[in-house]
Nanobody, 126 residues
């Protein structure tokens, strides 16, 4: 059973936007760092952004900095990833994942994540 659940994926035209959401009903989020990842067909899973829940410290991969935005709704224990100005190369399955807080920064390293969601499909197409 996945500890995290993504939602908000779908079909969008080039130049459009989507907002993905991640919830983790089985986890006490302040004890974790949450990352967003994606995997396109035939490609490796790549880290996009992450947040250390205890401090709110956030970072982005250079490939999406300025295009994607991670935000947090603490009251709803929900982590969002806003995807803007999408192009066909952004089509992928998007995942959120969690790793125990290390007392340092968050991580976008796939191998460090302990829990994963099942993913949300984003398709950018005309």
């Amino acid at each position: 059973q996945s500890q995290l659940v993504e939602s908000g994926g779908g079909l969008v035209q080039p130049g459009g936007s989507l907002r993905l959401a991640c919830v983790a009903p089985g986890l006490t989020l302040e004890h974790y760092a949450i990352g967003w990842f994606r995997q396109a067909p035939g490609k490796e899973r790549e880290g996009l952004s992450c947040i250390r829940m205890r401090t709110g410290w956030t970072t982005y991969a250079r490939s999406v900095e300025g295009q994607f935005n991670l935000s947090l709704n603490k009251a709803r224990d929900t982590i969002y990833l806003q995807l803007n100005n999408l192009n066909v190369d952004d089509s992928a399955v998007y995942y959120c994942a969690a790793k125990p807080d290390s007392g340092y920064r968050c991580s976008m390293d796939v191998s460090e994540m302990k829990y994963w969601g099942k993913g949300a499909l984003v398709t950018v197409s005309t």
